[in-house]
């Protein structure tokens, strides 16, 4: 949740990932495990992001009751503020659970194409997404068996980054903020953020997704030569399309 394409974009401009050394063994990621837990209160008077160890995170998100969404003020509200996210700096995904918010709803949002280059020169194009916000979403998988890998962060876990894998390809059944059933296919990157966010409605992190220790690290010291060592090509680039 409230995933960020900052990193992506320096690294494939720059050359590099961070100034940085490998983790060994002995270092640990300093995650808190006992912040300030929020109330409704933050959600209606502010947009604060929950940090991991909060039990907003933890438990299974409340669907959508479809009357509540089609009237009052309640999930507008949500929306904006969600859209307030992810439509900042280059976020491109945020759930509810990560503003306090226990419902089943998630945001996308990927500004812009974007173009990089994998280790054989080959282009890979990260096509733009418009922001889309997902009630009640439910996910299949057309190829369960294709996976990719790649390095996720979160602002609800911050300065952090872990290797997880994920599928390759998704399908995203979802209702629109005026209840309109909806069909995604998303693909790369596309796919991979949908995974990240559907997850935090299943009290779930991306770290919990992390099949290795050894591959989550403080941002500091993250290993640049770890990104294109580790990085499925696929998830560099991705694309989206709206199913009849």
């Known amino acids: 949740g409230e995933c960020s394409l900052k990193w992506l974009v320096s690294t494939q401009s720059t050359g590099r990932f961070f100034e940085s050394r490998s983790l060994s063994s002995k270092d640990e990621v300093n995650i808190p495990t006992q912040p300030k837990q929020p109330t409704m209160l933050d959600f209606f008077t502010k947009v604060r992001i929950a940090s991991i160890g909060e039990e907003v995170l933890k438990k299974q998100a409340l669907p959508v009751n479809l009357e509540l969404l089609k009237g009052g003020e309640l999930f507008p509200k949500l929306f904006t503020r969600m859209k307030s996210v992810v ?26 194409d974007h173009k990089f280059e994998d280790r054989d020169g080959r282009i890979l194009l990260l096509k733009r997404l418009p922001t889309t916000i997902c009630v009640n979403p439910v996910l299949t998988f057309p190829k369960p068996n294709e996976t990719i890998r790649s390095w996720e962060m979160c602002l609800s876990v911050p300065d952090t980054i872990g290797l997880v894998e994920r599928k390759k390809e998704v399908i995203c059944s979802f209702l629109t903020e005026d209840g309109t059933p909806k069909k995604l296919y998303c693909y790369g990157m596309h796919a991979i953020v949908v995974q990240h966010e559907f997850d935090h409605l299943d009290g779930i992190l991306f770290v919990d997704r992390v099949k290795d220790p050894k591959f989550i690290f403080a941002l500091k010291d993250f290993n640049a030569d770890s990104f294109s060592d580790y990085t499925s090509p696929e998830s560099l680039e991705g694309h989206s399309k709206y199913l009849e």
């Open 87 to 112: 439509e900042k700096d280059e976020n491109i995904g945020v759930a509810a659970p990560q503003l306090s918010a226990p419902w089943r709803v998630f945001a996308l949002s990927i500004k812009e």
